[in-house]
Every structure is written in structure tokens, then in C-alpha cells.
């Protein structure tokens, strides 16, 4: 498919509404995305970002704060490397690029109300950047005009407590070998959708998957956890630990996870950073020995399963979790949830690891 010669395009793009039935012929320029793009058919050059963000009213103006904001801009750079063909990796933009290109967007006049009102209600901010190829090309190749748009938004909370989970062993969300669970790219999320949906066949208040590595055919005790559907995880354990799993192409790293993880050890709660066996989690889980499982993001920072249904690889129930609420690691969580947020605004002493910057909008 790759490689067309003397492409011509019917002028226009088609627009029906199922629910409507409203159509209308759409001028291509102005359709938002052209429908014709590497992006939209195959996800090339479809990686995206999300980076939180608390905003303030100054004498000064409007400051924008964020954490470890330079984890962000790198992930995000990985993943624009990785859309791009060897010859064109100078384009990718660096670190200092993107950060006055989001600055830039920011302080545009017309984002300054909605601004000010974050401001004054102390909201939670979200910039989500994303890149797409703007060539009207339909071709298998790499972009051809590769571009980053940006987009920001408020929001009061993300997941929520209380959520429940399922274990969904029989799905397999990225393999490792191609090294792409570690990036966020637009196409590892079809199947975070569908794990949901295979969650809520079995337990249909569930509202997220939790995922096992790319060994199907193992020995099911053996293979290790993964991630959740569309965020990472902690496991909190009742002799007074919490592990988190450790980096690896499977896992896309967490900006998140690892302030929380400083926030943690600073009060005394051991974090052991290691792989965790399926089995060991069954095992624990029967035992009573598992205080809860968190999900840990940009988006909710950090929220409690109130309960993990544990499956086999034929969707059939092994053991049920349920969160052991008068634990206090169960609190301790909570706490370290708010410090977090709690550093975005200026508040609690300084973390290493955790490096706060601000930006005055002009």
C-alpha cells in the first residue's frame, strides 16, 4: 500500500451523525483532521501526553506549576523518536521546544479566564499534547508531515473511589519485544478499552482491567503483573510494604508512581521496587495479607480498589480481594495522595526526586 504515485482526492469529506441522521459535506481543511492521514488509519505518529498541572493568581499574573515535568517532556519525546524513520530523528523536538511550545499555548488570551478560574477554585489542570501526520496521505509509511497539537483542560476527579478491578489474564495489552508498552502511543489503548469491557462481562461494576505480562502460555502462577488498564499499580500488603513493579518495556513509566514513591519512603513506608507473581498475589490475597491495590496516574494520582476479583485464564473466578480499610497503610495512601497534590501547590517540604517548577504566563 505504501509508495502511491499521482494521488488525487475527491474535494471534501463526508460527515453523517448516527443519532441524527444529520450529513453534511465538510470543506477538509476545515474538519478539524483530515481523514486521509497515516494517523488516523494505522496510528502512526499518534503519541500523546498527559502532564498535571495547578495554576495560581499572582501579583504578578498567573504562575503554572508542575512535577518533574522534565519526566513528561521525555516520554514524550521517546515516543515522537519512535513514530520517526532513523534519517528524520533531528525533528524530534527537544526538552526546551516543548516546554515553551506548552508555555506558549498557556498564555494565549484566550485560555485566560479559564485560567483565572482554575485559579480561584484551586482545580486540577491537565495538558494533554499530541502529535498527528497532517499529509493527506493514506500510504503504510512514516509521516509525512508530522505535527504536535495541544490541548488543556480542568477537572475534578479521575477513577474515584471506590473502583473495583478485574484480572484479565487471558488479554495480553503489549508485548515486549517491540518495545512499545513502555510509550505512549495512541494504539496501546484500543486494548485497555477492551479489557474493561471483558472486566464488566464477569463483574459489571467493574471499572478496571488489571493486566498480566505477555506470557500466555506459561504456567499462569508464574507469569508477572503488568499495569492496569490505563495506569500503573502499587500493591500494599499488610505486613507494612508496598511494592511497586519496576520499569520495563511492558510498563509505560510512571511520572506519578515515582513521587509517590518518594512521598511514601519519607514517612516510613518501606517500597520495595521488584517483580510480582501472579501466584504470589493469588496466594497473598486468599491469606487475607493484601491491604489493597492501587491505581496510579497523572490523571487520579492515586485511588484504592475497594475490591480485585482474581481470575484464571479461562475467566473464571479464583479468589476475590476486598480492601482492608482499618489498615492504616490504607490511610498512609490516602495521605501520600494528598502531599502530592499538595507539592503541585507550593505546600510540605521538598522532595528529592520531586523537582517543582513554575512558569510565569505572560
Not at 489474564?169 to 519485544?177: A, D, K, M, Q, S
Not at 494520582?301 to 497503610?329: F, K, W
Request: hydrophobic fraction near 40%; proline fraction near 5%.
Amino acid at each position: 500500500m505504501a509508495g502511491f504515485v499521482g494521488m488525487r482526492w475527491a474535494p471534501g469529506q463526508f460527515r453523517y451523525v448516527i443519532r441524527t441522521r444529520e450529513r453534511e459535506l465538510l470543506d477538509e481543511s476545515h474538519s478539524g483532521t483530515f481523514a486521509v492521514s497515516r494517523s488516523v488509519h494505522y496510528g502512526v505518529f499518534l503519541v500523546f501526553e498527559g502532564i498535571r498541572f495547578f495554576v495560581r493568581e499572582e501579583a504578578g499574573g498567573l504562575t503554572v506549576a508542575f512535577l518533574n515535568l522534565q519526566l513528561n517532556l521525555d516520554r514524550f519525546r521517546r515516543g515522537i523518536a519512535f513514530n520517526l524513520p532513523d534519517h528524520e530523528q533531528d525533528l524530534v523536538p527537544t526538552a526546551d521546544v516543548l516546554r515553551d511550545l506548552f508555555m506558549e499555548f498557556l498564555s494565549q488570551p484566550e485560555l485566560r479566564p479559564f485560567l483565572l478560574d482554575m485559579a480561584r477554585d484551586e482545580a486540577q489542570g491537565y495538558l494533554r499534547p499530541f502529535t498527528v501526520d497532517d499529509e493527506r496521505a493514506i500510504g503504510v509509511t512514516f509521516p509525512g508531515n508530522p505535527t504536535i497539537r495541544v490541548v488543556a483542560s480542568r477537572y475534578d476527579s479521575y477513577l474515584g473511589e471506590p473502583f473495583h478491578g478485574v484480572a484479565v489474564p487471558w488479554l495480553v495489552r503489549t508485548v515486549g519485544i517491540n518495545q512499545t508498552g513502555c510509550l505512549k502511543l495512541g494504539g496501546n489503548y484500543l486494548l485497555s478499552v477492551k479489557a474493561v469491557q471483558e472486566a464488566r462481562r464477569i463483574r459489571p461494576d467493574a471499572s478496571s482491567a488489571l493486566f498480566l505480562d505477555d506470557r500466555p502460555y506459561d504456567e499462569l502462577s508464574t507469569r508477572k503483573i503488568t499495569e492496569w488498564d490505563s495506569s500503573c499499580s502499587l500493591f500494599a500488603f499488610t505486613d507494612g510494604t508496598v511494592v511497586r513493579i519496576p520499569d520495563n518495556p511492558l510498563i509505560l513509566p510512571s511520572v506519578t508512581v515515582r513521587g509517590l514513591h518518594r512521598i511514601l519512603t519519607r514517612v516510613g513506608v518501606p517500597v520495595q521496587e521488584r517483580g510480582l507473581t501472579y501466584g504470589e498475589l493469588v496466594e497473598r490475597a486468599q491469606a487475607g495479607e493484601v491491604v489493597t491495590v492501587c491505581s496510579v496516574g497523572t490523571a487520579g494520582v492515586l485511588s484504592r480498589c475497594a475490591s480485585l476479583l482474581l481470575t484464571d485464564a479461562d475467566r473464571q473466578p479464583i479468589t476475590l480481594m476486598e480492601s482492608q480499610r482499618e489498615h492504616p497503610l490504607y490511610d498512609a495512601l490516602w495521605a501520600a495522595r494528598a502531599a502530592y497534590w499538595d507539592l503541585y501547590r507550593g505546600l510540605g517540604e521538598p522532595l528529592d526526586g520531586i523537582t517543582r517548577t513554575t512558569h510565569l504566563l505572560e
